[in-house]
Nanobody
Framework: VQLVESGGGLVQPGGSLRLSCAVS????????MGWYRQAPGNSREFVAD???????NYADSVKGRFTISRDNVKNMMYLQMNSLKPEDTAVYSC???????????WGQGTQVTVSS
């Protein structure tokens, strides 16, 4: 199983980035997918998730600014991040969870830095 994030980088406050998570080794469409982030000195926190059926949830801190989506043909998940703030700076990781099971896989993460 492989989850590979991409799309991170340095962006100015107010800017946008689109993160991608490429998934292989699992039947992607059966898995719930999520984005988490970890800033230096902080524990990992939930950002957003999308169920196998397409239902979405967001952390309050990103509602209205971030949009999670998935493409079950391409085995990809995305996080469109708009109106970025310095406090969004973190390593963003994707995960895949099979519903009602202990099967949980993580990617290595991609750095997002919001700074002027």
């Amino acid at each position: 199983v492989q989850l590979v994030e991409s799309g991170g980088g340095l962006v100015q406050p107010g800017g946008s980035l689109r993160l991608s998570c490429a998934v292989s080794g699992i039947i992607f469409r059966f898995y719930d997918m999520g984005w988490y982030r970890q800033a230096p000195g902080n524990s990992r926190e939930f950002v957003a998730d999308i169920s196998s059926g397409g239902n979405t949830n967001y952390a309050d801190s990103v509602k209205g600014r971030f949009t999670i989506s998935r493409d079950n043909v391409k085995n990809m998940m995305y996080l469109q991040m708009n109106s970025l703030k310095p406090e969004d700076t973190a390593v963003y990781s994707c995960n895949a969870k099979f519903p009602r099971s202990d099967a949980l896989y993580w990617g290595q993460g991609t750095q997002v830095t919001v700074s002027s």
